[in-house]
């Protein structure tokens, strides 16, 4: 097991579509990738991880969206999701993001939808998602897509965040 560097926006990695993983890559490496990454997730701690987040441009996530209530841990580690189905009903969540640090926003989700996935050995699997769980699985798959909360926000809030970053960096860079 292993923590991977989790990568902070704006880097061209999280603005990037992800590619399918091959037929070839699965197998012992892809199963200790999604380990890592769920150990990484625990460790941050988040409830949703994307291989773009540790700059990885492949599409695999691991979610565990169970700790905002009383349910027991599921995780999930999924590659090349999809959504099948997807509900008409809308919900809204106050979202955050482990690349896009102190950055909070409400997006319009899915409330019901249905993914279809692989797992590190290749086999299928299915589940209906909704609510909470759902909207993780969403804000996850826009990483697969290259798109970040920042994308969602409207221009002044997302300029007025870049400028922010741009002077942390260079403070960052001075004191080295
Ligand atoms: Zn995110």
Request: glycine share 4%.
């Amino acid at each position: 097991m292993a923590l991977l560097p989790i990568i902070e926006a704006p880097h061209p990695t999280l603005s990037k579509k992800a590619r399918e993983v091959n037929p070839d890559e699965f197998g012992p490496a892809l199963v200790q990738l999604l380990d890592d990454m769920a150990e990484t997730m625990y460790d941050a701690p988040g409830v949703g991880l994307a291989a773009p987040q540790v700059d990885d441009s492949r599409r695999i996530l691991v979610a565990d969206p169970s700790n905002n209530d009383d349910n027991a841990p599921t995780l999930y580690k999924m590659v090349n999701p999809t959504i099948i189905s997807k509900s008409a009903e809308l919900i809204s969540y106050e979202e955050s993001c482990l690349s896009v640090p102190e950055f909070y926003l409400n997006v319009k989700r899915f409330q019901e939808i249905t993914v279809e996935w692989k797992d590190g050995m290749g086999i299928t699997h299915r589940e209906v998602f909704s609510g909470f769980p759902s909207i993780v699985l969403q804000h996850e798959m826009d990483h697969l897509e290259g798109i970040t909360l920042l994308d969602k926000s409207s221009k002044f809030k997302r300029s007025r965040y870049m400028s922010k970053v741009k002077k942390q960096r260079k403070k960052a860079k001075a004191r080295k």
